[in-house]
């Protein structure tokens, strides 16, 4: 877990609600992947587990 540090959502205003993270995110890759499994897939309908790992948060990161 990253404490103390910005997880680097993409909004760059409070009102814009994006919650989706930047690629430098310390949130990419280190969630409990167990868990994750219970939960297979994001918000939006992606595979929450890749390469075996997973992401914190309600979104799986996306490169754009």
Known sequence: VFVNQSPLFRATQAYEYDFTVQDLSPAIGIADVA??????????????????????????????
């Open 35 to 64: 868990v994750s499994q219970m939960y297979p897939l994001d918000i939006n309908g992606n595979q929450r587990v890749t390469d075996g790992k997973a992401d914190v948060g309600a979104y799986v990161f996306r490169a754009e």
